[in-house]
């Protein structure tokens, strides 16, 4: 089941599956609604909070498919605070493999759940934004959120 819904940063789309949260997608054009659960329903309620800056953590149960060391480095990237950035390197290291740090980024690129797992908080080892799936204004944009000096 898939919810679409306008946010102050554009159209998300939200799929729940078995009663998880499986997929957020930006820029949902030309996608409709295939329904709504109490969970859709409580997951963009969190985000919206999330966006107004009044969320730091989500809690909701999450189910991303991917292989198990992408599900290592998704599981690291939860543990980056709010506000706060981690390198490549740094999520390597958490994930359990510290040489494995362009691997990184590759797990990050086909993280199904970005925004609530937070992807857009890991960054270059020189502190430069690195890259984002759904795009560097997209990244920008969510660090503002976090914390409008991150980037200055």
């Not at 290291?93 to 740090?101: H, I, L, N, T």
């Not at 086909?110 to 795009?135: E, K, Q, T």
Request: include cysteine; hydrophobic fraction near 35%; charge should be positive.
């Amino acid at each position: 089941m898939k919810k679409v819904k306008n946010t102050k940063i554009g159209k998300i789309g939200i799929t729940e599956k078995g009663g998880f949260i499986s997929e957020l997608n930006f820029f949902e054009e030309g996608v409709s609604d295939r329904g709504s659960s109490p969970l859709l329903d409580e997951a963009f309620r969190q985000v919206d909070e999330y966006l107004a800056g009044k969320r730091r953590d989500f809690d909701l149960p999450l189910k991303p498919e991917g292989t198990e060391f992408q599900k290592r480095v998704w599981n690291a990237l939860l543990r980056i605070e709010y506000g706060k950035t981690a390198s490549y390197k740094d999520v390597a290291e958490m994930a359990g493999s510290p040489k494995g740090f362009r691997a990184v980024g590759g797990a990050n690129r086909v993280n199904p759940i970005p925004l609530i797992i937070p992807c857009h908080r890991c960054i270059a080892a020189d502190g430069s934004i690195g890259g984002f799936s759904s795009g560097l204004d997209m990244k920008r944009t969510l660090l503002a959120i976090e914390s409008p000096d991150l980037l200055s």
